[in-house]
């Protein structure tokens, strides 16, 4: 069996390149595949509101979105 792996900013790329999107928008999306990649990684629970606006903002910085709002837009990311 294969291994595939991805970096966030990988998957970010990626989702921007190809505007993949399922009923969500691309940054929507790249979030939940960012989301995915870091707790694939995990050995112990679930991530932290932290480390969720962490992966938020790695996604908003490919896509080029203000960081002013980040931690708004991460929270509303959070909640959908």
Do not use: C, Y
Not at 60 to 67: A, I, L, N, V
Request: aromatic content about 8%; hydrophobic content about 40%.
């Amino acid at each position: 069996m294969s291994e595939f792996s991805q970096t966030v900013p990988e998957l970010v790329a990626w989702a921007r390149k190809n505007d993949f999107s399922v009923s969500l928008p691309t940054e929507r999306l790249a979030f939940l595949l960012a989301v995915a990649t870091l707790n694939g990684e995990r050995m112990d629970g679930e991530m932290s509101e932290g480390e969720l606006t962490d992966a938020f903002r790695h996604v908003s910085e490919g896509f080029e979105q203000t960081s002013e709002t980040v931690s708004v837009r991460a929270n509303n990311a959070i909640n959908d």
